[in-house]
């Protein structure tokens, strides 16, 4: 058994973020068998660029406001928002400095 005190992971990852020149910061969590949670942290305007969605993914926004966006279509998810992904593709934005845990059904 694994325990991870999460406010302390975001905040050493948000500044992990702001530090690196990718402007982003992630860490696996926990990985079961097809079960993968994924901690990723991005600086106020860095994104995650379109990209294939997993088979079944949830994100859970844990601190600031990131923007999901699936085609020209797109949707601000302010801290403590949980959502499914849609199975198109799609890329996320950090409109604040944010934090959120991926889970997917990896393939």
């Given at each position: 058994?694994?325990?991870?005190?999460?406010?302390?992971?975001?905040?050493?990852?948000?500044?992990?973020?702001?530090?690196?020149?990718?402007q982003?910061?992630?860490a696996?969590?926990?990985?079961?068998?097809?079960?993968?949670?994924?901690?990723?942290?991005?600086?106020?305007?860095?994104?995650?660029?379109?990209?294939?969605?997993?088979?079944?993914?949830?994100?859970?926004?844990?601190?600031?406001?990131?923007?999901?966006?699936?085609?020209?279509?797109?949707?601000?998810?302010?801290?403590?928002?949980?959502?499914?992904?849609?199975?198109?593709?799609?890329?996320?934005?950090?409109?604040?400095?944010?934090?959120?845990?991926?889970?997917?059904?990896?393939?």
């Amino acid at each position: 058994m694994t325990l991870h005190h999460v406010p302390d992971l975001v905040e050493a990852h948000l500044a992990a973020a702001r530090a690196a020149s990718s402007q982003r910061s992630s860490a696996t969590l926990s990985h079961q068998g097809e079960l993968r949670q994924t901690l990723i942290a991005l600086a106020a305007g860095a994104a995650l660029h379109e990209h294939a969605a997993p088979r079944a993914a949830i994100l859970h926004v844990l601190q600031g406001t990131a923007r999901l966006v699936v085609g020209e279509d797109g949707v601000e998810l302010p801290s403590g928002t949980l959502t499914d992904v849609p199975h198109r593709r799609h890329g996320l934005q950090a409109v604040t400095d944010v934090a959120v845990v991926l889970t997917v059904l990896a393939d």
